[in-house]
């Protein structure tokens, strides 16, 4: 499975941007997606994931702000971010995994896309 993001940049604190990630390859493996983050000198963490069933989790950060979902004829993902704060600023990956997330990270992942919010 390749994943390829696209989508992140500058804008400003209040404003929106909509992260995609298209996948290609053994899609038929994938049974969950998601979005993860890391601020410099941190690890990943989980922004938003989505199972096949689409049932939807969020962090706490980013609840009623943040939407994921997934557009299954053109095998695409999307991270809709509304309402940014400078605190989103942060490389954004996207990952895909079958039977769920594994612990601690998924097992296929998207090239990072740099998202940076001015304030």
């Known amino acids: 499975v390749q994943l390829q993001a696209s989508g992140g940049g500058l804008v400003q604190a209040g404003g929106s941007m909509r992260l995609s990630c298209a996948a290609s390859?053994?899609?038929?493996?994938?049974?969950?997606i998601g979005w993860y983050r890391q601020f410099p000198g941190k690890q990943r963490e989980l922004v938003a994931r989505?199972?096949?069933?689409?049932?939807?989790n969020y962090a706490d950060s980013v609840k009623g702000r943040f939407t994921i979902s997934r557009d299954n004829k053109e095998n695409t993902m999307f991270l809709q971010m509304n309402s940014l704060k400078p605190e989103d600023t942060a490389v954004y990956y996207c990952?895909?995994?079958?039977?769920?997330?594994?612990?601690?990270?998924?097992?296929?992942w998207g090239q990072g896309t740099q998202v940076t919010v001015s304030s």
């Open positions: 989505m199972t096949n069933s689409g049932t939807a």
């Open positions: 990952a895909a995994d079958a039977d769920g997330f594994r612990i601690p990270l998924p097992y296929f």
């Open positions: 390859g053994s899609i038929f493996l994938i049974n969950e």
